[in-house]
C-alpha cells in the first residue's frame, strides 16, 4: 500500500501572517531607496494597509496562544522571526557598535535638504542626506588628509556638489568647498560654499597637526 501524500493546511491567517510579513520586510529594504518615511507617504494606503494586516495577524495569534491555548502555525511563527531578524538586523547597521569611531562631523543645510559629513577614524566618510519628506540617503566614501586639505577617494556623493578636494578652516570651524577662477578656495563664508564643523575630535586634529609637522620637517630638509 502506498501511503497518501500530507495535506498542507494553509489557512486564511496562514495566508495574511506570510503576506503583511513579506510586505514590512519591503518597507524594511526601502530605508535604502530613499528611506522608509519617504515611501510610506508616497504609498500611505498601501504601508498602512501592511501594517495593520501585520497587526491584526499578531495580535490574533498573540489570543490563540494565551486565551484558547492553541499551537500556532510554525509558518506564521517563521514570519513573524524573519520580520524581527529583519528589524534588529537594519537597527544594527544603522547603529554605530559596528562602525569606527566617529573624529568629525559637519554640516550643510539648503531650503530642501541637510548633508553631514561623518568623518571616521577608519579614513571612511559618510554623507548623510536627508531632505523633503522624509528622504533620506547615506553615501558612503574614502578620504585623506594632506595638509589642510580633505581629499575623498572616492568622493560621498554622485555629481559635483561636493568635490573631490576641500578645504579645512579650523579657525572659521568650517570645510570650504568653493575654489575661484584662479583655483583657491573661496574662504569668505557664503550660503551654501562651506560645511559648519559641528564636531571634531583631537584624533582628528592630532591628524592635521602631524600632516603639517611633517611638511615643515621636509622643506627645512
Not at 159 to 178: H, S, V
Not at 188 to 215: A, R
Request: with cysteine; proline share 2%; glycine share 4%.
Amino acid at each position: 500500500m502506498t501511503s497518501e501524500p500530507k495535506k498542507i493546511n494553509v489557512s486564511i491567517t496562514n495566508i495574511i501572517a506570510v503576506a503583511s510579513s513579506i510586505g514590512m520586510i519591503c518597507w524594511f529594504v526601502t530605508d535604502f531607496l530613499g528611506g522608509m518615511v519617504l515611501w510610506a507617504i508616497s504609498y500611505i494606503s498601501i504601508i498602512i494597509s501592511i501594517l495593520f494586516l501585520y497587526v491584526f495577524s499578531f495580535i490574533e495569534t498573540l489570543i490563540s496562544l494565551i486565551k484558547k491555548r492553541k499551537k500556532t502555525s510554525n509558518i506564521k511563527l517563521i514570519a513573524y522571526g524573519i520580520v524581527l531578524l529583519s528589524m534588529v538586523t537594519l537597527n544594527l547597521y544603522k547603529s554605530e557598535i559596528f562602525k569606527s569611531e566617529i573624529v568629525m562631523k559637519a554640516i550643510l543645510k539648503d531650503d530642501f535638504y541637510h548633508y553631514i559629513l561623518v568623518f571616521r577614524k577608519d579614513n571612511s566618510v559618510e554623507n548623510q542626506i536627508n531632505g523633503f519628506m522624509g528622504y533620506s540617503k547615506t553615501i558612503h566614501g574614502k578620504y585623506k588628509i594632506e595638509d589642510n586639505l580633505i581629499i575623498f577617494q572616492p568622493k560621498p556623493y554622485t555629481n559635483n556638489f561636493i568635490p573631490d578636494t576641500i578645504l579645512i578652516d579650523r579657525k572659521q570651524n568650517a570645510l570650504f568647498i568653493e575654489k575661484d577662477k584662479n583655483g583657491n578656495f573661496r574662504t569668505q563664508k557664503e550660503w551654501l560654499n562651506h560645511f559648519k564643523i559641528e564636531k571634531i575630535q583631537n584624533d582628528f586634529c592630532c591628524m592635521l597637526t602631524s600632516k603639517e609637522i611633517e611638511k615643515q620637517k621636509n622643506t627645512k630638509n
